[in-house]
């Protein structure tokens, strides 16, 4: 069966300071992968999306940027954090023709 | 753009009651999905249930079904039986068919089960 692991769970960092937060998939091959972020009690908002290995579409400009080395491993990251960066962060996966995302447990980033 | 409505933020439903979650939804395209996903205090984000638009008949699953009206873009979520664990964040989303297939969310609707 199909897994998507997201790390770390928390995290805590000044302003100024790089971040990378790590999304992999098992079970599965050549999967879409998502990052979205979820402000306080808002809904999410799609951030970046990649249908395969260097490939990375950007929806919303900002301070984060994506990579995607391997076919099952997404990257967020930022070489310097804003206060604004401060949220809830949540990887998908999709296979194939199936229309449905599913989600790690999310990342909690506060930007001190 | 596509947008999605939910004009709910929080809702309360007795246990063992039937509650409504209502969404609405914006796009000139004929070939797309919605769901409902749930989002416990845990914050993992949960499949409920999905309605292909194509579709005349409304998804169920168990206790869950939709009420899809596509000429309204109207896409509701009935709760059956509500258990505490349904206590939940629920957000209604959209995506087309396609490559990308990116989700659009609502801004969810807060549900609580009360004893």
């Known amino acids: 069966s199909q897994t998507i692991h997201q790390w770390p769970a928390t995290l805590v960092q000044p302003v100024g300071s790089p971040l990378s937060l790590e999304c992999t998939v098992e079970g599965t091959s050549n999967p879409n992968l998502y990052w979205y972020r979820q402000a306080a009690g808002r809904g999410l908002q799609l951030l970046f999306y990649?249908?395969?290995?260097?490939?990375i579409s950007s929806e919303v400009p900002q301070n984060l940027s994506a990579s995607r080395p391997q076919d099952r491993q997404f990257i967020l990251s930022s070489k310097k954090l804003l206060l604004s960066d401060s949220g809830f962060y949540l990887c998908?996966?999709?296979?194939?023709?199936?229309?449905?995302?599913?989600f790690g447990a999310g990342t909690r980033l506060s930007v001190l | 753009a596509q947008t999605v409505t939910q004009s709910q933020p929080e809702m309360s439903v007795q246990e063992a009651e039937t509650v409504t979650l209502s969404c609405t939804y914006d796009t000139s395209e004929n070939n797309y999905y919605l769901f409902w996903y749930k989002q416990p205090p845990s914050r993992q984000m949960i499949l409920v249930i999905r309605?292909?638009?194509?579709?005349?008949q409304n998804a169920t699953e168990n206790r869950f079904s939709v009420n899809f009206q596509k000429a309204a873009k109207s896409f509701s979520l009935k709760i059956s039986d509500s258990q505490l664990g349904d206590t939940a964040m629920y957000f209604c989303a959209f995506t087309f068919t396609g490559t990308a297939s990116k989700l659009t969310f609502g801004t969810g609707t807060r549900l609580q089960v009360t004893l």
């Open positions: 998908a996966w999709r296979q194939g023709l199936s229309n449905i995302q599913y």
């Open positions: 990649s249908v395969g290995i260097g490939q």
């Open positions: 309605q292909e638009a194509y579709k005349q």
